[in-house]
């Protein structure tokens, strides 16, 4: 039986893009696997009073399972209301790096409020076919769709592109009118994962790239992947605590403070969750070598997740504060 996100409490991401477009802010996109990532977030995006879109990839749903991922999506819907005295939090489902129709659908079918389909590596032509399919499909449900054009280098669901293909500013406007979609996921220079740049590489993204994009389709909803920072404290206590992360370099906060002020709405963020839980885990393991209940190690895991997402709110994406003014709207 379909389910529709609407009978669930969930939202579409237009709301959200249209405060983020007039108020200069970018929503985030955390992606989650699990329970204590989706109540830190939760916490986090309550104490801020923040938008979020939960995201939902093909790793976590091999991980995890889409149906559980979907009742926690669910779930917190109820959590942010009893979080923040009834009056809930503007909550996005979203299929990140949607490969196929199909998987697209099926998450349409089963309570997703948005997807994303990533026909990035077809050739342009296929790219829209494919997107253009998804569209009519997912805005038949009222469900909203993230195309992407251009190709971050690294690893984007188990394939590796050693270069970036940047998007190309003349493509855009061809791409978006064609298709119908949402919102634009581009390449300027981001990718995924916790080693951005080589030791000795100018580690700065293209943000030229993203000015030409917006004068070429002023107030549209532009969506950077690849956006953790990883943050070298983080990486610091993974390796003073027997981790082995060298030379790990993410992007810098003050271009994606820069980025969220212009046209970009969305701002994907995993690898520094990530890292996040795992400095507090070697860290409590290094100080409590006798521990073995989850529990001991997840608290302190979840905390330190509660506090970046709520740094990355408050003090890089600026989606605080926007929440309560995004439900007003509905
Ligand atoms: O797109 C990349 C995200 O970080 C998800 O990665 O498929 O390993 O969960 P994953
Ligand atoms: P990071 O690996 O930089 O966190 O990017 C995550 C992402 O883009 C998910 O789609
Ligand atoms: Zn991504």
Redesign the pocket.
């Known amino acids: 039986m379909p389910v529709s996100y609407k009978d669930l409490g969930l939202i579409n991401t237009k709301p959200m893009f249209t405060k983020a477009v007039d108020g200069g802010f970018a929503v985030p996109a955390f992606?989650f696997?699990n329970m204590e990532q989706l109540q830190a977030i939760i916490q986090a995006c309550a104490e801020a009073d923040s938008p979020v879109i939960l995201q939902v990839?093909?790793?976590?749903r091999k991980y995890a399972n889409q149906t559980i991922l979907r009742y926690l999506g669910q779930a917190a819907v109820e959590y942010a209301k009893e979080l923040t005295g009834g009056k809930g939090l503007p909550i996005a489902l979203h299929l990140?790096?949607g490969a196929d129709f199909e998987i697209c659908k099926a998450c349409v079918d089963s309570g997703f409020s948005s997807v994303m389909i990533d026909g990035s590596h077809h050739p342009f032509a296929k790219n829209i076919e494919l997107t253009k399919q998804v569209v009519a499909y997912a805005h038949d449900h009222d469900v909203t769709v993230e195309g992407e054009l251009g190709v971050l280098a690294g690893i984007?669901?188990d394939v590796e592109a050693a270069e970036h293909v940047y998007t190309q500013p003349d493509e855009v406007e061809e791409f978006v009118g064609q298709t119908g979609v949402d919102s634009l996921a581009i390449s300027i220079g981001t990718s995924?994962g916790a080693f951005k740049f080589k030791p000795g590489q100018d580690p700065k993204i293209r943000l030229d790239i993203l000015h030409e994009i917006e004068r070429r389709i002023p107030g549209f909803a532009i969506v950077l992947?690849g956006a953790s920072s990883v943050p070298p404290e983080l990486v610091k206590i993974i390796n003073d605590n027997g981790g082995r992360l060298d030379d790990a370099i993410g992007i810098g906060e003050d271009q994606l403070r820069e980025a969220a002020k212009s046209a970009v709405c969305k701002i994907n963020i995993?690898?520094d969750g990530r890292l996040a839980m795992t400095a507090a885990i070697r860290k409590h393991f290094a100080e409590h070598p006798d521990h073995f209940d989850p529990r001991q190690y997840l608290s302190p895991a979840r905390d330190s997740l509660q506090k970046l997402y709520m740094h990355k709110c408050q003090a890089v994406l600026g989606s605080a504060g926007h929440g309560q003014e995004i439900m007003a709207s509905l």
């Open positions: 992606n696997n990839s093909s790793g976590a990140d790096h984007e669901d995924h992947h995993d690898s």
